[in-house]
């Protein structure tokens, strides 16, 4: 056999372990979730057999006993809270990314590190205060206040995000609009946000992902009225003991809505972000 | 269509320093004209463009276009388009778009939009690719879109800066050609700015050398070539660059290793700086005048080599450039005289300024 055939074979078979070796990894993350799904449409009996059962006769029952349960009005400020929260994020952040990353003055890295030190307190020590807040502003179990609270928690992160990505925005693309007569406004809306476009995503995405999931703030400042999908599930954990096709329903349905935000933003990210503004 | 004025226009960034990035320059372009800015990195030319488009503030002097003063307006009022060395394409927009951008903010009709947009992207060769978006088109595709949004709003004067500077080296030579035929046909005020002197010289009705911010010579390029202002421009422009040496001054002239060069220029200086050009110097026979080069490289084009090496005495280096079907090897000792005794430049040996006329 020639070198250059044996170097292709084995760089062939280099790859072929590489695949194999990625697909076990990706099996590995991927099976609580599958197992979830499939138990999902297990009755509870099926669900607790011993060895477990990879064949049975799916059922709806689950997902309809968890809706039994109340899980619409969850489900209901769950979405109200996020939506919100994403929205308000993004128009607050972009503006304020826009001006501290392409209209930079004197006290820009001062605000930045002001953003960032606001996320170095960990949440727990926190709380307290924020429950006595709460109370006397009568916003306990209410879903304001964590639309108040997840808007503050997700702003720094966000403006840091579109930060980054207005950076990557060529200045002489810029400056080419302003030669071409664009008044701040219109080079804002015409020509930096839509190549930004994948950077609001990808910063919404995030965004949406952190106020769906959170729980610590959630579970200690709403109870019944206000309280999200994260809190609705932990209700699951009973004195009688887990119900694992029931919770595995709700889980399912509490991970549904942000696998559809990420699969449609996916479509967003992946085009380059100034792909063919210059060079 | 209008010309352009800088009158001691300057740009100091402010700090400790105190930069003086353009110095007072003091440059008129008539109207039609095509001025090349070129310079070394550092010199000052893409800054003195941005000033005129308004990319750059003027902290002293001012600018104007045609009548108007322009010092203080922003781009967007000056009448003005400009190519950038990255194109700067919308990567969004279509090609289309791209040309249309412009227009529709000034608010044209969209039917005029749409004839001009025809009528540049005909010009460019485009027509094909009005629907593609930027990335789907090569470099020199992007470079003509880049052209193309310049052209459709018929501006006062075009600004270029490196525009040819992405481009490969046989597509550059081909769009070099382009771009000045264009001008010609549209006659409109072009400011280009390049680093590379084969476009200044290839392009230019005039072409102006910077240095540290301070404006050089402005002149045609022959003129440019012939009779360089300084020992700066002579060494800048021509390639491969001037041989220049600053010799004793006797009272026949001065000296090329053993070949007498006669010079007159006024008695009081002690030295004088001779240049003489690659293509001045030529391989001589026996019996003529000459100096003797001990040939160290030889750089072989094809149709030319050019020819390194340093007067036998030892010293300075002196590049020679010969018919490329004859080049002297390494290590032979060659004679070399001057082509024509008119051409060499000489300049003073401390401020550089030319002395013969």
């Known amino acids: 056999m020639t070198t250059v055939a044996i170097r292709r074979r084995r760089r062939r078979v280099g790859a072929i372990s590489l695949s194999?070796?990625?697909?076990?990894?990706?099996?590995?993350?991927?099976?609580?979730?599958?197992?979830?799904?499939?138990?999902?449409?297990?009755?509870?009996?099926?669900?607790?057999?011993?060895?477990?059962?990879?064949?049975?006769?799916?059922?709806?029952?689950?997902?309809?006993?968890?809706?039994?349960?109340?899980?619409?009005?969850?489900?209901?400020?769950?979405?109200?809270?996020?939506?919100?929260?994403?929205?308000?994020?993004?128009?607050?952040?972009?503006p304020a990314a826009y001006a501290l990353s392409l209209a930079p003055v004197k006290g820009t890295s001062n605000a930045l590190g002001f953003f960032l030190s606001t996320k170095m307190l960990p949440v727990v020590a926190a709380i307290i205060p924020l429950y006595v807040i709460s109370q006397n502003l009568k916003?306990?179990?209410?879903?304001?206040?964590?639309?108040?609270?997840?808007?503050?928690?997700?702003?720094?992160?966000?403006?840091?995000?579109?930060?980054?990505?207005?950076?990557?925005?060529?200045?002489?693309?810029?400056?080419?609009g302003r030669v071409d007569g664009a008044s701040?406004?219109?080079?804002?809306?015409?020509?930096?946000?839509?190549?930004?476009?994948?950077?609001?995503?990808?910063?919404?995405?995030?965004?949406?992902?952190?106020s769906w999931t959170e729980f610590f703030y959630a579970v200690n400042l709403t109870a019944a009225r206000a309280g999200t999908v994260p809190v609705f599930l932990v209700g699951f954990?009973?004195?009688?003991?887990?119900?694992?096709?029931?919770?595995?329903?709700?889980?399912?349905?509490?991970?549904?809505?942000?696998?559809?935000?990420?699969?449609?933003?996916?479509?967003?990210?992946?085009?380059?972000?100034?792909?063919g503004a210059v060079k | 269509m209008a010309g352009v004025v800088y009158a001691e226009a300057s740009r100091v960034y402010p700090g400790a320093h105190h930069v003086r990035a353009v110095d007072k320059l003091d440059l008129a372009v008539p109207d039609g004209e095509f001025l090349v800015l070129v310079g070394p990195s550092g010199s000052g030319k893409s800054t003195a463009l941005r000033m005129l488009a308004g990319l750059e503030d003027v902290d002293e002097g001012a600018i104007r276009i045609g009548e108007r003063e322009v010092t203080d307006l922003p781009p967007k009022d000056r009448d003005i388009a400009m190519v950038f060395q990255s194109y700067a394409l919308y990567p969004h927009m279509t090609v289309a778009d791209n040309m249309a951008f412009a227009l529709r903010l000034r608010g044209v009709s969209k039917e005029d939009v749409s004839a001009k947009v025809k009528e540049a992207a005909k010009l460019l060769e485009l027509t094909k690719y009005l629907d593609r978006k930027p990335k789907a088109l090569s470099g020199g595709?992007?470079?003509?879109?880049?052209?193309?949004?310049?052209?459709?709003?018929?501006p006062s004067v075009f600004l270029m800066d490196e525009p040819l500077s992405n481009l490969d080296a046989k597509l550059r030579v081909e769009t070099r050609a382009n771009i000045a035929q264009l001008q010609q046909r549209l006659g409109t005020t072009t400011i280009y700015v390049t680093h590379d002197q084969v476009e200044a010289?290839?392009?230019?009705?005039?072409?102006?050398?910077?240095?540290?911010?301070?404006?050089?010579?402005?002149?045609?390029p022959r003129e440019l070539y012939d009779r360089p202002a300084n020992v700066f421009v002579a060494g800048f422009i021509g390639s491969p660059a001037m041989n220049l040496s600053t010799r004793p001054l006797a009272e026949d002239g001065v000296r090329l290793g053993d070949l007498p060069v006669p010079v007159s220029v006024a008695a009081e200086l002690r030295e004088v700086t001779l240049g003489v050009r690659p293509e001045s110097l030529r391989l001589v026979g026996e019996g003529e005048p000459a100096?003797?080069?001990?040939?160290?490289?030889?750089?072989?084009?094809?149709?030319?080599?050019?020819?390194?090496?340093?007067?036998?005495?030892?010293?300075?280096?002196?590049?020679?450039?010969?018919?490329?079907?004859?080049?002297?090897?390494?290590?032979?000792?060659v004679r070399v005289g001057l082509r024509d005794a008119g051409e060499i430049h000489l300049f003073h040996p401390e401020n550089g300024l030319r002395l013969t006329d």
């Open chain 1, 139 to 176: 916003l306990l179990d209410n879903v304001w206040a964590l639309v108040i609270l997840y808007t503050s928690m997700n702003l720094p992160l966000a403006i840091w995000m579109m930060r980054s990505f207005f950076l990557e925005v060529p200045t002489e693309m810029i400056e080419a």
């Open chain 2, 201 to 220: 010289m290839t392009m230019g009705d005039r072409v102006a050398v910077l240095r540290d911010g301070v404006l050089q010579q402005c002149a045609a």
């Open chain 2, 141 to 154: 595709q992007r470079q003509r879109v880049a052209m193309g949004r310049a052209i459709v709003r018929e």
């Open chain 2, 291 to 333: 100096f003797v080069l001990k040939v160290e490289l030889v750089e072989e084009l094809g149709a030319d080599a050019y020819v390194h090496g340093r007067l036998a005495e030892g010293g300075d280096r002196i590049m020679v450039r010969v018919d490329g079907r004859t080049p002297p090897r390494l290590g032979e000792s």
């Open chain 1, 20 to 94: 194999t070796l990625t697909w076990v990894i990706a099996i590995l993350f991927v099976f609580p979730i599958i197992w979830m799904v499939l138990t999902s449409f297990k009755t509870e009996a099926d669900a607790y057999t011993d060895p477990p059962r990879l064949f049975f006769s799916p059922t709806l029952e689950q997902f309809s006993g968890v809706v039994d349960r109340g899980f619409l009005p969850y489900l209901a400020n769950s979405t109200f809270v996020t939506v919100l929260v994403t929205l308000v994020v993004l128009v607050l952040a972009i």
């Open chain 1, 237 to 275: 954990i009973t004195s009688e003991g887990l119900y694992w096709a029931q919770l595995s329903a709700a889980a399912l349905l509490a991970s549904l809505p942000v696998m559809i935000v990420g699969w449609i933003a996916q479509n967003h990210l992946v085009r380059g972000l100034s792909m």
């Open chain 1, 184 to 210: 701040l406004p219109t080079l804002l809306y015409k020509i930096i946000l839509p190549v930004v476009a994948p950077g609001i995503a990808a910063t919404a995405l995030i965004c949406v992902i952190f």
